[in-house]
């Protein structure tokens, strides 16, 4: 259990922060903006959730939580050195990963296929999860660029590819089932 009773620390007041493993980075490092990117997307799952009900509202918050978990997987550097670990580090699973694609299967066999772009719009959902798609999009390259040089859990970039398909098929749930979607209209004001 964490338990925060002191929130400012002045600890990185030179530019430099904590991982979960205690050693000490630039706050611009690439692992800081990974998992700071990911915290990022879920304050947009959170801005989602305020037009969000039932099913999709819970949905997103397992996908919320899922995200803290994704945070703190990012935060723990040398998985190589799990195992030695005083506890146990949290790392995202293929079974978090199982479970949005099949969610994502559910949502899509709702939607007539699609013969256009669409632009990111439509109802106030619809909008709030277009722009959770993009984040996602940017937490992923940014992990990616991440395992270029620094050791990265595979599963945490899987579940951020699949996140961003996610909120795109979620966003078109979210336009009546596909029906209210804004189209793309190739070169439209030309």
Known sequence: MVVLNKIYTRTGDAGETALGNGSRVAKHSDRV???????ETNATVGLA???????MDAQLAM???????????????????????????LRISDTQVDRLESEIDAMNDKLEPLRSFILPGGTALAAQLHLCRTVSR??????????VTETVNPSAIKYLNRLSDWCFVASRIANNNGVDDVLWVPGANR
């Not at 903006?33 to 915290?39: I, R």
């Not at 959730?49 to 099913?55: K, M, P, Y």
């Open 63 to 89: 996908i919320q939580n899922d995200l803290f978990d994704l945070g703190a997987d990012l935060c723990r550097p040398d998985m190589e050195k799990d195992a030695d670990a005083e506890y146990p580090p």
């Open 49 to 55: 959730r305020l037009h969000a009900v039932d099913e």
């Open 138 to 147: 940017r937490a992923e390259r940014l992990a990616v660029e991440l395992a």
């Open 33 to 39: 903006n990974a998992y700071g990117t990911v915290d």
